[in-house]
T-cell receptor, first 114, second 114 residues
Framework: GENVEQHPSTLSVQEGDSAVIKCTYSDSASNYFPWYKQELGKRPQLIID?????GEKKDQRIAVTLNKTAKHFSLHITETQPEDSAVYFC?????????????FGKGTKLSVIP | DTAVSQTPKYLVTQMGNDKSIKCEQN?????MYWYKQDSKKFLKIMFS???????INETVPNRFSPKSPDKAHLNLHINSLELGDSAVYFC?????????????FGPGTRLTVL
């Protein structure tokens, strides 16, 4: 089955700096890679996703890059703000395998220091 | 309107008891899921279910059983509760056909086993 590794487990940045979270996956057939943000005591919510036919996707201050050869994808947050503080999860799925399940990384706790 | 709802929000019970958590989605999605999030915040898929099949994560004890009375509901029954079952349980749903595969999470149920 799929295995997703996520690093770092914790990340502290100064407000205004950039934050990068990295994930690797094991199943070369995986083709869908979402990122979820979970604020304290809340539910995970999708913030951005990327499919395997795209190398990069951007949405305002958030961008995701995908390197299929290396089986590696990353989340980039620029101009961080205190409200970006949360736990971020990467995930991977092989839609073509008949399974709808996502395999999540273990999460990164991001703290943005004002 | 809440897209994915769960009841109860909090559940405190004694070891050995049997309990249920209810989940409902009003998004018209065809697939529903149950996740367990432990104290380290790891999100682990327990089940995924659509009108065709139930996929069970092999690590889930058979004390846990999902029951789906219809497409909009996937309830979780837990027998003979153990201390290690204490966690936050999230229900989620998605539409597996088409390009929009985002999983929407419910607010979570915090289960505490004493």
């Amino acid at each position: 089955g799929e295995n997703v590794e996520q690093h770092p487990s914790t990340l502290s940045v100064q407000e205004g700096d950039s934050a990068v979270i990295k994930c690797t996956y094991s199943d070369s057939a995986s083709n869908y890679f979402p990122w979820y943000k979970q604020e304290l005591g809340k539910r995970p919510q999708l913030i951005i996703d990327i499919r395997s036919n795209v190398g990069e996707k951007k949405d305002q201050r958030i961008a995701v890059t995908l390197n299929k050869t290396a089986k590696h994808f990353s989340l980039h947050i620029t101009e961080t703000q205190p409200e970006d503080s949360a736990v971020y999860f990467c995930a991977a799925r092989n839609s073509g395998a008949g399974s709808y399940q996502l395999t999540f990384g273990k999460g990164t706790k991001l703290s943005v220091i004002p | 309107d809440t897209a994915v709802s769960q009841t109860p929000k909090y559940l405190v019970t004694q070891m050995g008891n049997d309990k249920s958590i209810k989940c409902e989605q009003n998004l018209g999605h065809d697939t529903m899921y149950w996740y367990k999030q432990d104290s380290k915040k790891f999100l682990k898929i327990m089940f995924s279910y659509n009108n065709k099949e139930l996929i069970i994560n092999e690590t889930v004890p058979n004390r846990f059983s999902p029951k789906s009375p219809d497409k909009a509901h996937l309830n979780l029954h837990i027998n003979s509760l153990e201390l290690g079952d204490s966690a936050v349980y999230f229900c989620a749903s998605s539409q597996t056909s088409g390009r929009g595969n985002e999983q929407f999470f419910g607010p979570g149920t915090r289960l505490t086993v004493l």
